[in-house]
């Protein structure tokens, strides 16, 4: 098939089966900066937006990706650069493996999610091996809090 | 829309009658959230000829209240679900199953339809719309009928739909007064699927029953109801500790669970006693539910 699309903002055309994976579809296109891990769904790496709703891009099938709004890891300088910033400031990374769906996740998230637990909640199926989650959260909470700042600055 | 692929075709119908139309090709495959078509067609454990893609029919993503009941589309998300005001206040035992599978991303696109349509007995939502007494609605060549949650589903990854079949809807009914709850036992990680499950609903006036069900999920081919729950009216407050103990005790009885690496048989009967007490404790307001 033709998958007609947007990535980070710019039109994306490839030709690819219809049951490809949507991380296969990025990577192909040189997006490697959505990473591959566990393949079935579980670990996280591979997190971009669909029509701002977070997906395991590994299980994604490039089909229901046609016509879509995409952004990966890429595009979040552009798309949610208060959370990339809270993720330099608060050293929310180790190896980096896990960063761009760390931070993918973290971008897709809602007013509804503000303290500790929601965090810990929401980001449960992001996996890290390095961190012990602990400066993870913290740019996540400071992310959240930057973009209450921003919707109603004090 | 039909795109060839290889030997797989993957279309993308407007409407129900499309999709019903496009369902009747053999080797035919409804994908709507793809969080299990996905993965299986990714492991190889899938190889549709022709996969018809759900998303993109207005009629299915409808969620509505309407006389006495709620009308849920097929493709609602689990996302939708667990943070809709309306499902919380009226059903919580289905915001907290919905709000209970897998994760963030999980959650995001996989539909109610599809979390009874895979007929996976770990799956978190049939136990709860079980209990809640739902019906799901089933569009197909031969018309339109609806479905208990126990009638769609016969058995383990099984359902009695015909091939050109689609999941609609699934209709909850609201009784003013009635109240909900869902619980899950995960001893592993909390994204994992639960080694059982257990959903109540229970009416009470005056302080006592007068109508119960109880449900459970993860120890058998697929959720089934415990009957023995109606035993619960007319129980008065003083009496539900060994009630509810008793009734746990024929949802033990009734579970068929096979040795995984959730936990082994014996291991899921014994839970499925602790869930289903604790579940109805809490439906009926009984302090000291929880541990």
Same mark, same amino acid.
């Given at each position: 098939?033709?998958?007609? *699309?947007?990535?980070?903002?710019?039109?994306?055309? *490839?030709?690819?089966? /219809?049951?490809?994976?949507?991380?296969? !579809?990025?990577?192909?296109?040189?997006?490697?900066?959505?990473?591959?891990?566990?393949?079935?769904?579980?670990?996280?790496?591979?997190?971009?937006?669909?029509?701002?709703?977070?997906?395991?891009?590994?299980?994604?099938?490039?089909?229901?990706?046609?016509?879509?709004?995409?952004?990966?890891?890429?595009?979040? +300088?552009?798309?949610?650069?208060?959370?990339?910033?809270?993720?330099?400031?608060?050293?929310?990374?180790?190896?980096?493996?896990?960063?761009?769906?760390?931070?993918? /996740?973290?971008?897709?998230?809602?007013?509804?999610?503000?303290?500790?637990?929601?965090?810990?909640?929401?980001? =449960?199926?992001?996996?890290?091996?390095?961190?012990?989650?602990?400066?993870?959260? #913290?740019?996540?909470?400071?992310?959240?809090? &930057?973009? &209450?700042?921003?919707?109603?600055?004090? | 829309?039909?795109?060839?692929?290889?030997?797989?075709?993957?279309?993308?119908?407007?409407?129900?009658?499309?999709?019903?139309?496009?369902?009747?090709?053999?080797?035919?495959?409804?994908?709507?959230?793809?969080? =299990?078509?996905?993965?299986?067609?990714?492991?190889?454990?899938?190889?549709?000829?022709?996969?018809?893609?759900?998303?993109?029919?207005?009629?299915?993503?409808?969620?509505?209240? #309407?006389?006495?009941?709620?009308?849920?589309?097929?493709?609602?998300?689990?996302?939708?679900?667990?943070?809709?005001?309306?499902?919380?206040?009226?059903?919580?035992?289905?915001?907290?199953? +919905?709000?209970?599978?897998?994760?963030?991303?999980?959650?995001?696109?996989?539909?109610?339809?599809?979390?009874?349509?895979?007929?996976?007995?770990?799956?978190?939502?049939?136990?709860?719309?079980?209990?809640?007494?739902? %019906?799901?609605?089933?569009?197909?060549?031969?018309? %339109?009928?609806?479905?208990?949650?126990?009638?769609?589903?016969?058995?383990?990854?099984?359902?009695?739909?015909?091939?050109?079949?689609?999941?609609?809807?699934?209709?909850?009914?609201?009784?003013?007064?009635?109240?909900?709850?869902?619980?899950?036992?995960?001893?592993?990680?909390?994204?994992?699927?639960?080694?059982?499950?257990?959903?109540?609903?229970?009416?009470?006036?005056?302080?006592?029953?007068?109508?119960?069900?109880?449900?459970?999920?993860?120890?058998?081919?697929?959720?089934?109801?415990?009957?023995?729950?109606?035993?619960?009216?007319?129980?008065?407050?003083?009496?539900?500790?060994?009630?509810?103990?008793?009734?746990?005790?024929?949802?033990?009885?009734?579970?068929?669970?096979?040795?995984?690496?959730?936990? =082994?048989?014996?291991?899921?009967?014994?839970?499925?006693? !602790?869930?289903?007490?604790?579940?109805?404790?809490?439906?009926?307001? /009984?302090?000291?539910?929880?541990?």
């Amino acid at each position: 098939m033709k998958m007609h *699309a947007r990535v980070n903002g710019s039109p994306f055309v *490839a030709e690819v089966p /219809a049951t490809s994976s949507l991380l296969e !579809v990025l990577r192909g296109a040189g997006l490697t900066g959505t990473k591959e891990g566990c393949r079935i769904g579980v670990c996280g790496v591979c997190t971009v937006l669909v029509d701002n709703r977070p997906v395991s891009s590994c299980l994604y099938l490039a089909g229901c990706a046609d016509g879509a709004d995409i952004w990966t890891v890429e595009g979040m +300088a552009e798309h949610a650069p208060s959370v990339v910033d809270a993720f330099v400031e608060c050293e929310g990374m180790q190896c980096g493996i896990c960063t761009p769906g760390q931070i993918v /996740a973290v971008a897709s998230m809602g007013p509804d999610v503000r303290d500790e637990r929601d965090v810990r909640h929401y980001l =449960s199926g992001n996996l890290c091996r390095c961190t012990g989650y602990g400066t993870i959260v #913290e740019a996540a909470l400071d992310a959240q809090a &930057r973009r &209450r700042d921003e919707v109603a600055p004090a | 829309m039909t795109e060839s692929s290889g030997d797989a075709a993957f279309l993308v119908p407007g409407t129900v009658e499309a999709a019903v139309e496009a369902l009747g090709a053999a080797g035919a495959v409804a994908l709507a959230g793809g969080t =299990s078509i996905g993965l299986m067609v990714g492991q190889g454990l899938l190889a549709p000829s022709v996969l018809v893609w759900l998303g993109r029919i207005p009629e299915l993503s409808v969620l509505e209240e #309407e006389d006495g009941g709620m009308s849920i589309g097929a493709t609602t998300t689990l996302a939708a679900l667990a943070a809709h005001p309306r499902v919380r206040a009226t059903v919580p035992a289905l915001a907290d199953a +919905a709000a209970s599978v897998g994760n963030t991303r999980v959650r995001a696109v996989a539909t109610i339809g599809g979390a009874v349509g895979h007929a996976d007995p770990r799956q978190d939502l049939p136990p709860a719309l079980l209990a809640l007494d739902a %019906r799901v609605e089933v569009a197909g060549r031969r018309g %339109r009928r609806r479905l208990a949650i126990d009638e769609l589903i016969d058995g383990f990854m099984s359902t009695v739909l015909d091939p050109d079949e689609v999941i609609t809807a699934v209709r909850v009914p609201l009784v003013v007064g009635r109240r909900s709850c869902y619980l899950r036992y995960t001893p592993g990680s909390a994204d994992d699927y639960p080694t059982v499950a257990a959903a109540a609903t229970a009416d009470v006036a005056d302080g006592v029953p007068t109508a119960v069900r109880l449900a459970i999920g993860g120890a058998g081919p697929a959720a089934y109801l415990v009957p023995e729950a109606e035993e619960l009216r007319g129980v008065p407050e003083g009496r539900w500790a060994s009630a509810t103990a008793e009734v746990a005790e024929s949802a033990a009885r009734r579970a068929d669970p096979v040795d995984d690496r959730l936990g =082994s048989a014996a291991y899921k009967r014994r839970m499925v006693a !602790v869930w289903a007490r604790r579940v109805l404790e809490r439906c009926l307001g /009984a302090e000291g539910a929880l541990p």
